[in-house]
């Protein structure tokens, strides 16, 4: 009986010193998460803008370019807009300037920054970022950034690839007079691209394959691209004419939906004719040009006069036998419209074609793949607004902003860099593709957000007695996953280790 009771109070006490070791713990870890909070945050990176995070960036740059070898003589460049809500006042000179601008959400009650990014041709690995005011126009951001790209690489003779906000007289002539090269498109309301449609009529264009390549979506279907070279620019830039095959055929789909859209507006107009605001040619002449708008050259509209003529009584009183008549005319109005088949035959000709302007001297199809891969640009931007979750962002201070974009930017290039490793050795070893999907359904080109599905169920599982770590068992590991580490270079025995080793 004694001894039970011993026995019993022994094991009393042992529970209540585990249960006191617990709530040690529990306090210490509250004691610690109470370190980390929005204060926390808020100095950390007022301590990051203070340490001249540009120069931390380009330190970061060079040790990614000489670890993986990185190839840096082709630069993409794009911009976007991040949104933030709240007034932001009393912002720091120094720093980079919330406003308001053309925003592409249609929020133009938000303040908003301009981001740019530079990326490498290889990997599409980012280089370098840049932040620049709300209401920055983005072909204001080139020379800046060109700059930039120049003290980071130590060079200017890398190709600069851009959208059409590049294409101004004054980023063209700056970049070609400082020795960098340079490839874009050209927007559609340049005049020098007017001779282009004069050749077009006239049969002058003698199209060149460049090449074929599988369409993303269908890939027993294959696209084809073809160049034409015009004559130089009046500044001696070269000016070469792509004609894609998927472009024109998505070009006449969008022509003929127009085309649809407009007549159907026409016959709602023509419903409506000599009523409240549709009753003189003026205003019928308005809204028959707001419904062809954007096919006002391939499609003939003609308004018809109808009159008929009718006697009123202009004598008082009712109807009599010597009541006084007026003869007059009543004129009505109705539309009558239809395809310009002419107009659309020359329309169609340009189909599939837009224009690029380069200074370099490649071959036309060398000057064409350089800039389909601008593109990726846009991939690299959603992963920052999806899956790294860049916006919102909720701090008071626009030095902050900096810092914490930053710190984005570096995670995109783990990202990016992750990505490149692992098609890089794909390709090396000629596998086509891995079995890291949803369902165990295959992909050719493994993205960081699939390695990250992959890896959900892998967790480190750890027991501890007071102190000391009992037992510590790695679960979820498998040959697949052991795949992936190879092909990423990082060790496998590094997770192997910790499920075989019991600490007592």
Known sequence: ??????????????????????????????????????DCLGRSLDRLYNCKHNELMFELVANAIKMHQLEINTIHNDSTKVNFK???????????QLGHGHNKNFRPDCLQLVYGLNITDDGHVPLSFALFDGNQTDDKTHIPNWEQLRRM????????????????????????????????????????????????DVGEVKWQPA???????????????????????????????????AKAEQDQKNRERRLANAETELADLAGKLNR???????????????????????IDVEIVEHTMPYRKKISLGRPRPNSIYEDRTKITC??????????????????????????????????????????????????????????PVFLEKSSRIEAITFLYFVALMVISLMERAIRKQMAEESIESLGI?????????????NLRYLFRNVHLSQIFIKEHLAKQTLKGLHEIHIEVLRLLGVPASKYLKLSDESIT
């Open 1 to 38: 009986m004694n001894q039970g009771l011993y026995q019993l109070g022994v094991r009393i006490r042992q529970e209540l010193s585990d249960l006191d070791y617990t709530l040690q713990r529990a306090t210490e870890g509250l004691e610690k998460a109470k370190k980390y909070n929005d």
């Open 86 to 96: 709240g007034s932001y006042e009393d912002q720091a000179p120094e720093t980079v």
């Open 153 to 200: 690489l130590s060079k200017t003779d890398f190709i600069y690839v851009a959208d059409c906000k590049l294409c101004s007289e004054d980023n063209l002539d700056h970049i070609h007079f400082n020795g960098g090269y340079f490839v874009t498109v050209v927007p559609k309301n340049r005049s020098l691209l007017k001779p282009f449609s004069k050749q077009l």
């Open 211 to 245: 090449y074929s390549a599988a369409d993303n979506r269908h890939p027993s279907r294959q696209h084809d691209f073809y160049t034409f070279e015009a004559g130089p620019t009046p500044k001696g830039y070269r000016l070469i004419w792509i004609r894609s095959t």
């Open 276 to 298: 409240y605001k549709l009753q003189t040619w003026k205003h019928i002449e308005t809204a028959i040009a707001g419904a062809v708008k954007n096919v006002k050259e391939l």
């Open 334 to 391: 109705s539309l009558k419209w239809q395809r310009n088949q002419a107009a659309i035959e020359c329309h169609a000709l340009a189909d599939g074609t837009f224009p690029l302007i380069t200074n370099t001297a490649k071959k036309c199809a060398e000057v064409l793949s350089i800039y389909k891969q601008q593109p990726r640009l846009e991939k690299r931007y959603s992963t920052t607004k999806s899956v790294l979750e860049i916006a």
């Open 437 to 449: 999907l949803p369902q165990k359904m295959k992909t050719a080109t493994p993205t960081w957000n």
